[in-house]
């Protein structure tokens, strides 16, 4: 999503964001404490830089579903109104996005895309590395950037989707 910030369109319209938690294991799970979830809705909520105008959760277990019920009181109304529980019902997830803006794992028609290709894509920038750098990556002079490049490959995983609205 960081990446997202990146986009002047991004900036000025907002979006939707797409979280697959197929990949959610029971230790990644149990890291989530009641302070880090608080960190996270502040973040969602109002001081992430785009103005986020959903978050659908897809691919989720009974694991989550049971995590977001003691949390979901913690959340306030206008961020519950925000969040869409959709398991692996991708109807409902296109009753909320038009496929034609999906990729095909949502059910869309879009084309899969890598993140990995998109990353090298962006390594390639120095704009794009500029801005990381404001945003709080750090470049070891001494380093080609791998390093960084290999933590926002792994903060995206493939497991968070940004729409624009």
């Excluded at 797409?18 to 294991?25: A, E, K, L, R, T």
């Excluded at 909320?96 to 390594?123: A, F």
């Excluded at 002079?141 to 968070?160: C, H, P």
Aim: charged fraction near 25%; include cysteine; proline fraction near 4%.
């Amino acid at each position: 999503m960081e990446l997202a910030t990146l986009e002047p369109r991004a900036q000025v319209m907002g979006g939707v964001c797409i979280f697959d938690c197929s990949g959610v294991s029971l230790s990644h799970a149990c890291s989530i404490t009641p302070s880090v979830a608080s960190q996270v809705v502040e973040l969602m909520g109002g001081s992430f830089p785009i103005r986020i105008h959903a978050i659908h959760i897809v691919n989720q277990s009974f694991l989550f579903d049971m995590m977001y019920a003691l949390f979901k009181p913690l959340l306030d109304a206008k961020t519950r109104e925000r969040i869409f529980i959709h398991g692996s019902d991708m109807e409902s997830l296109h009753a909320h996005i038009d496929p034609k803006y999906l990729p095909t794992r949502y059910g869309g028609t879009r084309r899969e895309y890598s993140y990995n290709d998109w990353v090298e894509t962006l390594r390639k920038d120095e704009t794009v590395i500029r801005s990381l750098y404001k945003l709080g990556y750090k470049i070891d002079e001494d380093d080609d950037t791998d390093d960084m490049w290999k933590k926002v490959a792994e903060s995206l995983g493939g497991n968070v989707d940004y729409v624009h609205g």
